[in-house]
């Protein structure tokens, strides 16, 4: 029986990073011995084990057979005849499928390490076809290492199109594809994971609503640099869609309730958002009353930043349009200025101002003992109407529309 440290932390390993996670595989073993020695079994499809002191995964090395389309249709294999190098071929990409024994010593049989040193995203053998879950791992992990300087490997792109040509990305459950776009939306740079689907022609397919345009990227950008949520990215990506299309997206994908309404917020709202300080009293309290924000207080702030990160896009793209080499001097000033004017700072303080004051609105014990139904709700709502005009003085606005 031999144990080895495999993947994800022998790669961070060598690139410096913080490991989150250790996996070993055995190799020489069988279930029974496994569990003799106090492992527990953990794995549905395949021999993982849980180590007994540290809860570390441990696997059975195997090997894996396709013999259907789509990322079930596979076969595995275990047994003590397996060996590292078998277990290591059937992994997705090089600087995934490498491993230390426990004299540290580096096993690399696939040049993991050197793609490591290059910064290459490249598949390990041609066996990566059969798998279209690869495809949005490779777009994750462009995701997550982009910003060291990693890409995707010419001839792994040229694998990813005929993924896509030849009908094996549709056999992609939407729960597989939500799990992979929802942590590619959590990595530091998760406009790659859109570019690299995009590249091979895959976008088209599983997110067919998104057109990649753009504004769609900037939007992203600004979410990233304003969040780590990968909710609230998700909602800045899609706030220029319109409503029905974001639901059928969602419903197709199976996205959960949280991401799926905060994004139809952010389509619906995101205008109103956006020119809130030109609300009277009653339109910023209808604004706050439509986004639900005195009762969900934590969802309207997630709301603020995406809205904030769509129309930093939109200031972005206008600024770019004003700025085009065509333009005359004079013309690219009065586009600057049209586009400030079409596209204002965001107000986030105004808003999140606003939903303190009405939230801390109370009646007088006395008022509401007078009061019955109705009359509550309309009364609460006159002095919340009473606070915010008083914040709209304090701030210095100039009363405005409704």
Sequence with gaps: MQVYLVGGAVRDELLGRPVAERDWVVVGATPEEMERLGYRPVGRDFPVYLHPQTHEEYALARRERKVAPGYRGFTTQ???QVSL??????RDLTINAMARDTH???IDPFGGQADV????LRHVSPAFVEDPVRILRVARFAARFAGLGFSVAPETLVLMRHMVDNGEVHALV???VWRELERALAEPQPEACFETLQACGALAVLL???QWSEHERRALQYAVSLSADPAVRFAALLGSLAQPTIDALAQRLRVPNEYRELALLTARLGTRLAQAAQLDAAGLLDLLEAADALRRGERFRKLLLATEATTAAASSAAASAAATPSATPSATRGASAASSAAVPAFPAKLLETALTAAGAVALPADELARLRGPTIAQALRAAREQRLEGLRRELGQAPSRR
């Design 78 to 80: 275990f047994s003590p």
């Design 208 to 210: 067919p609503e998104l």
């Design 174 to 176: 939407p729960e597989r």
């Design 117 to 120: 040193e290059r910064r290459l």
């Design 104 to 106: 540290d010593r580096l």
């Design 85 to 90: 190098e078998e277990d290591l071929q059937r």
